[in-house]
């Protein structure tokens, strides 16, 4: 699976910002398809995830200001963030989840997307 993260930027408190993330080789067994962010110094942390099935998942950390959406035809991942906060400062990466969870494959990461805010 490849999985190439666009999008980011520098915004303004209060701005909004459409990550996407181009994703090839995707098997159609994968588990979900997810955005995680690693704010400097902190643990990587789920933002949102989606389902094979279709569901979706927020983390706590941005509920209600981010949208997880997926283009089947297009093979692309995107989140809407809205609202943005200096605290949202982060590298942003696009996951997807594939096979076994005890497999050391199980999570495929692609190249992070630089998201700074500014107060």
């Known amino acids: 699976v490849q999985l190439q993260a666009s999008g980011g930027g520098l915004v303004q408190a209060g701005g909004s910002l459409r990550l996407s993330c181009a994703i090839s080789g995707l098997p159609s067994t994968f588990d979900s398809l997810n955005w995680f962010r690693e704010v400097s110094g902190q643990q990587r942390r789920l933002i949102a995830a989606?389902?094979?099935?279709?569901?979706?998942h927020y983390g706590d950390s941005m509920k209600g200001r981010v949208t997880i959406s997926r283009d089947k035809v297009k093979g692309a991942l995107y989140l809407q963030m809205s609202n943005l906060k200096p605290e949202d400062t982060a590298v942003y990466y696009c996951n997807a989840q594939v096979g076994s969870a005890y497999s050391p494959d199980y999570n495929q990461w692609g190249r992070g997307t630089q998201v700074t805010v500014s107060s």
């Open positions: 989606v389902e094979r099935g279709g569901a979706v």
